[in-house]
């Protein structure tokens, strides 16, 4: 670790060229590390078993990782790693974290977290439809500023793809548990990429060699070793790394129940220490490498109900004492000394790069074109409609222009399923939100767009499509049962209805915690609907409790369209009435109708909003 005294701009940041926004043209992975303090850190959440108690993760947790160098964090399952990585990282969203963390010596703002820090989740989170290459060049597209040139873009995921040793699978689709695709290292060293391409100061990993063998864990630590030696800031959680993944890490610190119990240089000093804290706990014997007889060594203590003996002597010993001196120096330096710009970098208060009208333009430009040549995306949402489509033509066929009083209970019926088709085939949509729950939530925490710019191009993503098809199904069925009034009206009602269906499916897997649940609870609402549209149950016969239900039921309106669009030109006589005045729909002017019915996709389209926003949906 370096030692103290050291000029402040020389310890706490290496800045990249202003002018050129923290990367260099000449070469895009400048050196850019901050140094990262931590003092008296401690993290609670209520406890589960005891009411009004709060459990500790964290208990006075200090430290500090250096640009330049790689910090590894080590202990027991359990043992409060992740914890403080992602308390470092801003990435808790539930407990409550007490203490100080300090990036250049400044505390830094979500916002500069999102942006200028790396972090590599222990589990993949990648598109499975994109290539390793496109996967990289999306990312630096969100991430990477709009005054770079693409050019410069592409030629930084070009070197970035030499860095981590993946031109070997650049054009390979990533895949994934349905369609095979790049290996588990390859996806690892993406998901470091991904990190990458925007040239963080800070690189957080969570057990970056989980899941990998030996050969590939050395692989990618050693591709993560060489960026620290550029000057990023690089920890990494580590369970059980190989004896040479262990040698590449500076510094290690070693926590159990959340206390440290260690920190200092890795190496055999670090046995040393531990083993005076918990002599006779367990023999150093032939075949173990250091870091696993580390790990034993705690654990066999903390099973033993020695942990707090540990932590006790740490906090007692005279290595506590020298880096508590170290952090309260580093934290008493004066942030004048940095330069403006990483000034300004910290007190950033916008989440994302790039404005969101470029985030919707990149997401549609790589997300939307892929899924529209996607059988498993176009499947579900064109061949229902298509199938159901034709059942009601050849059902109903040619009765539209057949006025006689045994009919008109057919032609109201047909209208109706019209309007609950599009209603009942949202089912099709909410697994596309539930399914990508875990990517929204990760590139949304990495600053790559915000939340009304993955929602809108979700919305461009079905309703383009939607659109199209439903242009020719319309035609197809209006024609074929030989309706009346206009086509225009009748494709637009369906199209209108449609995308209420659509951002309703949207709504409902935004406020579910799961698919099961999200499938139960959109059939159940669509159901209520049915009975309130005017068509099983006449508006003016509804008991008075439920009319006010009916009054915000859109099938109310789509229906009521396109009957007055039917009858409009001739309303016969009906039951001592006309067909209209029997349904409640005589005075009934279809353009407001179907404006009232595209005011719904907007109430939809902002609940999900908001529920997208605010909804926490990894608890960590």
């Known amino acids: 670790m370096t030692g103290k005294g050291s000029d402040v701009k020389a310890l706490d940041v290496e800045a990249g060229d202003p002018s050129?926004?923290?990367?260099?043209?000449?070469?895009?992975?400048?050196?850019?590390?901050?140094?990262?303090?931590?003092?008296?850190?401690?993290?609670?959440?209520?406890?589960?078993?005891?009411?009004?108690?709060?459990?500790?993760?964290?208990?006075?947790?200090?430290?500090?990782?250096?640009?330049?160098?790689?910090?590894?964090?080590?202990?027991p399952s359990g043992s409060g790693k992740t914890t403080l990585?992602?308390?470092?990282?801003?990435r808790k969203n539930a407990g409550l974290t007490e203490g100080t963390v300090a990036f250049a010596g400044q505390k830094p703002t979500p916002q500069f977290l999102r942006r200028y820090t790396g972090y590599v989740e222990q589990f993949d989170t990648l598109l499975g439809t994109l290539t390793v290459y496109e996967m990289l060049l999306y990312t630096a597209e969100l991430k990477r500023?709009?005054?770079?040139?693409?050019?410069?873009?592409?030629?930084?995921?070009?070197?970035?793809?030499?860095?981590?040793?993946?031109?070997?699978?650049?054009?390979?689709?990533?895949?994934?548990?349905?369609?095979?695709g790049i290996s588990g290292g390859q996806a690892k060293r993406t998901n470091i990429g991904i990190a990458l391409i925007t040239n963080p100061r800070v690189l957080f990993l969570d057990e970056p060699t989980s899941g990998l063998d030996s050969f590939t864990s050395n692989e990618v630590m050693t591709v993560v070793k060489a960026l620290a030696k550029e000057g990023v800031t690089i920890c990494a959680t580590i369970h059980s790394p190989t004896s040479y993944c262990f040698s590449l890490f500076d510094s290690l610190i070693m926590l159990v129940k959340g206390r440290v119990v260690y920190f200092g240089p890795r190496g055999h000093s670090a046995i040393e220490f531990v083993q005076s804290a918990c002599p006779n706990v367990k023999e150093y014997t032939p075949g173990y490498n250091d870091a696993e007889y580390l790990v034993d060594l705690v654990t066999e203590a903390d099973i033993g109900g020695k942990s707090d003996l540990m932590a006790d002597h740490y906090a007692s010993s005279v290595l506590a004492q020298e880096n508590g001196a170290t952090i309260d120096e580093f934290l008493s330096q004066s942030a004048d000394a940095l330069p403006e710009?990483?000034?300004?970098?910290?007190?950033?208060?916008?989440?994302?790069?790039?404005?969101?009208?470029?985030?919707?333009?990149?997401?549609?430009?790589?997300?939307?074109?892929?899924?529209?040549?996607?059988?498993?995306?176009?499947?579900?949402?064109?061949?229902d409609k298509i199938l159901i489509s034709l059942l009601i033509m050849t059902l109903y066929l040619g009765i539209g222009d057949n006025f006689s009083e045994s009919n008109y209970v057919n032609i109201a019926a047909v209208l109706f399923m019209w309007c609950t088709m599009p209603a009942f085939g949202a089912a099709a949509y909410v697994p596309a939100l539930v399914l990508e729950r875990g990517l929204f939530v990760r590139e949304r925490s990495d600053g790559l767009y915000l939340v009304v710019t993955y929602l809108l191009s979700k919305m461009v993503d079905e309703l383009l499509l939607a659109?199209?098809?439903?242009?020719?199904?319309?035609?197809?069925?209006?024609?074929?049962?030989?309706?009346?009034?206009?086509?225009?009206?009748?494709?637009?009602?369906?199209?209108?209805?449609?995308?209420?269906?659509?951002v309703l499916a949207y709504?409902?897997?935004?406020?579910?915690?799961?698919?099961?649940?999200?499938?139960?609870?959109?059939p159940t609402y669509v159901v209520t609907l049915l009975f309130f549209g005017g068509f099983l149950f006449r508006f003016h016969e509804m008991p008075r409790w439920w009319k006010w239900y009916s009054y915000i039921d859109f099938l109310r309106y789509s229906w009521g369209s396109v009957m007055v669009?039917?009858?409009?030109?001739?309303?016969?006589?009906?039951?001592?009435?006309?067909?209209?005045?029997?349904?409640?729909?005589?005075d009934v002017d279809k353009w407001r109708y179907m404006g009232f019915a595209a005011l719904f996709f907007i109430a939809f389209f902002i609940m999900a909003l908001l529920a997208m926003q605010y909804k926490k949906y990894q608890l960590r």
């Open 85 to 90: 990585l992602d308390v470092l990282a801003g």
């Open 341 to 383: 710009h990483i000034q300004k970098e910290l007190a950033v208060r916008s989440a994302t790069v790039t404005p969101w009208w470029w985030g919707l333009k990149t997401l549609v430009k790589y997300r939307t074109t892929k899924n529209y040549r996607d059988p498993e995306f176009l499947g579900p949402r064109i061949g």
């Open 565 to 586: 669009n039917q009858f409009e030109e001739e309303d016969p006589a009906w039951l001592g009435g006309t067909v209209l005045s029997n349904y409640s729909l005589h």
């Open 507 to 522: 709504l409902v897997a935004a406020i579910s915690p799961n698919l099961d649940v999200a499938n139960a609870l959109l």
């Open 467 to 502: 659109g199209i098809a439903s242009l020719g199904i319309s035609a197809y069925v209006f024609y074929g049962i030989q309706l009346q009034g206009q086509w225009v009206t009748f494709w637009l009602i369906y199209y209108i209805t449609l995308s209420n269906g659509i």
């Open 145 to 180: 500023s709009i005054k770079e040139s693409l050019e410069d873009k592409k030629q930084a995921v070009e070197e970035l793809l030499e860095k981590l040793a993946l031109q070997r699978c650049r054009d390979v689709k990533i895949g994934n548990a349905m369609a095979k």
């Open 20 to 75: 050129t926004n923290g990367y260099r043209r000449e070469k895009s992975f400048a050196p850019l590390g901050m140094r990262i303090v931590f003092k008296d850190l401690d993290y609670s959440v209520p406890s589960n078993t005891q009411k009004g108690v709060r459990a500790y993760l964290l208990k006075k947790v200090s430290g500090y990782f250096e640009a330049h160098e790689m910090a590894a964090l080590m202990g």
